[in-house]
């Protein structure tokens, strides 16, 4: 499917071209993420993280210190708090060029990112869920906002999740929250399908194979589907080994309108991208 629609969003007051699909890297800074690459908790391994995505051609690092794999533990806001403000520090003091966006679904949390630390984009697992202040709280703050569809929360969302027809209940959910976002003012908003948030392997695969009908809301798309177990289940194997089933359904959403990739490996989608972008005109 060619993305023919020009999106943009502001990013820190300049204008970023979705047009051509960004790659955004993962910054873990948990002891407990699913995939134990992507756990970074010194300095030296923040720091060596995040230059590494900007190095293989990331345009932006997405650092969550709250981890939302299933049965993940329900950390506080202040431990929460600590572990970003130390990690944003570091960053904005090393590589202040740096496109930070920050995953969390707390509102505190995503003010204090914001105005303390220039944090670019807010990232919400559960589209104000979670926190009913959230929604208010990013569009005063007037920053590109991820929405994610999610059904539960990390604590309970894979314990037998049911739908009567995934596609059309997250598109009738997005259609939800994508108006209560614009009525609070808010713009510049992106949606997420929540690949493995709430759903089985097979909800995640009828989702992926109508992944295009997303593209009614006219707004970016982000996908995370990076080393995640609708991969690895199905192939049989472990995160570890996910990385080239990972390449492969990259390829297929961007092929579906994809514009913006999650991802551990930020080079392998970076040539995704290149190779989709040879065969689409204009991207």
């Known amino acids: 499917m060619e993305n023919k629609i020009a999106r943009y969003i502001n990013v820190n007051g300049n204008l970023m071209d979705l047009t051509r699909p960004k790659v955004m890297g993962i910054l873990n800074v948990t002891p407990d993420s699913f995939y134990a690459g992507s756990r970074k908790q010194s300095e030296e391994d923040i720091l060596l993280r995040a230059r590494e995505i900007i190095d293989e051609g990331g345009d932006i690092i997405d650092i969550g ?35 930070i966006s920050v995953d969390t679904f707390r509102a505190d949390i995503a003010k204090m990112c914001v105005e303390e630390h220039g944090v670019a984009i807010i990232n919400d697992i559960s589209a104000g869920c979670m926190d009913d202040n959230m929604m208010p709280t990013a569009a005063k703050l007037g920053v590109p906002y991820i929405m994610t569809h999610m059904k539960g929360t990390p604590q309970d969302m894979q314990k037998n999740p049911e739908y009567e027809n995934v596609v059309k209940e997250v598109i009738y959910y997005f259609s939800e929250k994508v108006q209560k976002m614009r009525d609070l003012g808010g713009k510049d908003i992106i949606i997420d399908p929540g690949f493995g948030f709430g759903k089985t392997l097979e909800h995640n695969y009828m989702l992926m194979n109508k992944l295009e009908e997303l593209q009614i809301f006219e707004l970016p798309v982000l996908v995370g589907i990076s080393r995640k177990s609708m991969i690895y289940k199905l192939l049989d194997n472990s995160p570890e080994d996910a990385l080239n089933g990972t390449t492969a359904l990259n390829t297929i959403s961007l092929m579906k309108g994809a514009n913006i990739l999650r991802v ?4 392998e989608a970076c040539e995704a991208v290149k190779i989709y972008c040879k065969l689409v005109v204009g991207c």
């Open 65 to 99: 210190a709250y981890s939302s794999r299933p049965d993940a533990e329900n950390i506080s806001t202040e431990e929460e708090m600590s572990r970003l403000k130390n990690a944003l520090t570091l960053l904005n003091r090393e590589i202040p060029e740096a496109v």
């Open 264 to 267: 551990h490996d930020v080079k």
